[in-house]
């Protein structure tokens, strides 16, 4: 299975704080994705990359986030001035070019806004 | 909007028997289905997709396909403890996004 790591595991921020998550795919993907789950709720679509650039993005993906690829390896999801209702989990998901039939998803980050 | 329903359980079963698990999709030209099963605090882990219409058996899992009446559902034969997760139905649109439903808690006692 394809490596997707996420850094960190878990995030406590203040409310008005700006959050950046980290998240490492392999080399060889194809697709990359952002999403967002809220405790007890459905995992929602953010935003997603083909060949390097923004391919779609949510309703929810306003100007509170953005995403960027620093050094061309990892992708960073930025919160700017996080709100109480931002606490959720974070996963990044690839689909790979040797299986487009799959998504594989990173282990989370756990956001906690206080 | 593309809509996709599960009812959120939880669907308990006994150890060894079958659990049936359902979704509805609103898309009617949705063409790709998946099955993902996510355990509390972990992130969703793929156990199955589907693209025809009938079928599709991977060991102790089955999904099965009707578009005709936009609904997938999955099998899980002689269930175990193990199995307890919530299962996610998940339709890929256009440009590959991804629409997940909220997810059924299946919970097997021993």
């Known amino acids: 299975e394809p490596e997707v790591t996420q850094t960190p595991s878990h995030q406590v921020t203040q409310m008005g704080q700006e959050v950046i998550l980290r998240c490492v795919p392999i080399s060889n993907h194809l697709y990359f994705y952002w999403y967002r789950q809220i405790l007890g709720q459905k995992v929602e679509f953010l935003v997603s990359f083909y060949n390097n650039e923004i391919s779609e993005k949510s309703e929810i993906f306003d100007d509170q986030f953005s995403v960027e690829r620093p050094d061309g390896s990892n992708f960073t999801l930025k919160i700017r001035s996080t709100k109480l209702e931002d606490s959720a989990m974070y996963f990044c998901?690839?689909?790979?070019?040797?299986?487009?039939?799959?998504?594989?998803f990173g282990p989370g980050t756990r956001l906690t806004v206080l | 909007q593309k809509e996709v329903e599960q009812n959120s359980g939880p669907l308990s079963v006994p150890e060894g028997a079958i659990a049936s698990l359902n979704c509805t999709y609103s898309d009617r030209g949705s063409q790709s289905f998946f099955w993902y099963r996510q355990y509390s605090g972990k992130s969703p882990e793929l156990i199955m997709f589907i693209y025809s219409n009938g079928d599709k058996e991977d060991g102790r899992f089955t999904a099965q396909l009707n578009k005709a009446s936009q609904y997938v559902s999955l099998l899980i034969r002689d269930s175990q403890p193990s199995d307890s997760a919530t299962y996610l139905c998940?339709?890929?649109?256009?440009?590959?996004?991804?629409?997940f439903g909220s997810g059924t808690k299946l919970n097997v006692k021993p």
């Open positions: 998940a339709v890929k649109g256009n440009f590959n996004k991804f629409y």
């Open positions: 998901a690839i689909i790979t070019r040797s299986n487009t039939d799959t998504q594989y």
